[in-house]
């Protein structure tokens, strides 16, 4: 067994590629793309050393060409969650044992990997089965699934290596980080390959083993990313790939004793439903599971009197349309002064005039669509309650089309009641909503702003008066647990903005830093005596005389 003190590569984040006509990585990726259209895949669920097919086939499809077939995946029920359980309990052992270093090799093989020889795998994956466009498919499934590993494994170590600073003489105090006692249950969106990644990947590294349940929406990616971690190393049983509907899941899942915790990212009301069940059941484990998620959002954009128009239309025609509004940070309610306004939108149209709209193998499409029918159908519920409502005009888009794909043109809204539903629910679509307050009255529509939501995820203030930015960073404190200054409110990067919000958008456990893998362990302290006291009485209990 290896013994020394280890300093791991330094991380930095993955370079993001261009992407531009006659580049190597177009054409690598273009190949990709076409061979993975090419050909029909069967998806097993992973479990242990087995790769589970059930015969209960569930069809994959682009969402923006759902006619064509991608291949299949193999449905499991509550049978098989009973067995990814055991599978983890009984790889735990020998997983919390190995040493550091090791498991942080394979997670930094499987980064390398991900950036590497897999990276236009993994892009052509994610941009078919979850209809991103090449440069969304880039920052998410390439760069940000390589980034949380690098820098997890930074955090790992100085976690690590935080021990207690005193010493009285003649003892010795130590600290060790323990992994959770039990398993631990990663439940994962279909929007991000890198959070699925990351939210099994995390409380692995630290030495627990996990049960992974992603999205149904997301399988055709998830499997890659299985792919990689067992070609990277990561022992059987370490990290079980389920494909099983979340309420059966979470039956066997949270009436186990051995149940240690979950790390989330998905809706406000599952994450509810969930806490509910577990505090239900809490007298049934054997230990307080730790509960970590992140869910929805109600993303702002306030500007100033002061703002540049301009920053601010490009700002919400990125924040708010990129993957098609599909981000739980996606700029979907903003407040914009009266004296700019007409500034601000005919920028906010001429950009959206100029925006393409169709399938992620057409690079030059900037808009794509929602990830499945029942999207669709909410989506549009909204916009043409919104076309019906008074007080509400449609600016921009309102129209929508399933025939071949689930599109739906980039929607603005603008609104004279700033309480008006759209402004206050989250859609998670391409639906922006506006509305224009008085250039004097700042302050109230701060106000507004806080107020408006319950939740408390992202946001952004555009303005080039310092004191105005120093009362909005104040004002707007519990409002955004990412918090943007003349800048868009999506975009978090690895190891430089930490993600995660407050209220009811999650825990603000921050993925992508220390704070979220300090949820992962369990510490326990050891103080060793050298020469141990062999009489009870203290100096005290001497007599004066």
Known sequence: MLKGFFNVPEPINEPVKSYAPGSRERVELQAAIAEARGKVVDIPMFIGSDEVRTGKKIRLSPPHDHQHLLGYFHEGDSSHVEQAIQSALGAKYA???????????????????????????????????????????????ACETADFLRFNVKYMTEIYSQQPSKNDPGVWNRLEQRPLEGFVFALTPFNFTAIAANLPAAPAMMGNTVVWKPAYTQVYSANIIMEVFRLAGLP????????????????????????????????????????????SNIRRYKTYPRVVGETGGKDFVIAHKSANPKEVATALARGAFEFQGQ???????????????????????????GMKMGGTEDFTNFVNAVIDERAFDKIMAY??????????????????????????????????????????????GPVLTIYVYHSEHFEEALELVDQTSSYGLTGAIFSRDRYAIELATQKLRHAAGNFYVNDKPTGAVVGQQPFGGSRASGTNDKAGSMINLLRWVSPRTIKETFVSPVDYRYPFLESEE
């Open 95 to 141: 997983w919390e044992n190995m040493q550091w270093e090791q498991r942080a090799a394979i997670f930094l093989k499987a980064a390398e990997l991900i950036a590497g020889p897999y990276r236009y795998k993994i892009n052509a994956a994610t941009m078919l089965g979850q209809s991103k466009n090449v440069f969304q498919a880039e920052i998410d499934a």
């Open 236 to 279: 059987d049983g370490v990290i079980n790939l389920i494909y099983v509907d979340g309420p059966i899941a979470g039956e066997v899942v949270f009436q186990h004793p051995d149940f240690a915790g979950i790390h989330f990212t998905g809706s406000t009301a599952v994450f509810q439903t969930i806490w509910e069940t577990i505090g």
């Open 327 to 353: 981000k739980c940070s996606a700029a979907s309610r903003a407040y914009i002064p009266s004296n700019s306004w007409e500034q601000v939108k005919g920028y906010l149209l001429a950009d959206l005039a």
């Open 383 to 428: 916009i043409e309650e919104a076309k019906n409502s008074e007080g509400v005009q449609v600016l921009a888009g309102g129209t929508y089309d399933k025939s071949k794909g689930y599109f739906i043109a980039p929607t603005v809204l603008l609104v004279e009641d700033p309480m008006y539903k759209t402004m206050c629910e989250e859609i998670f």
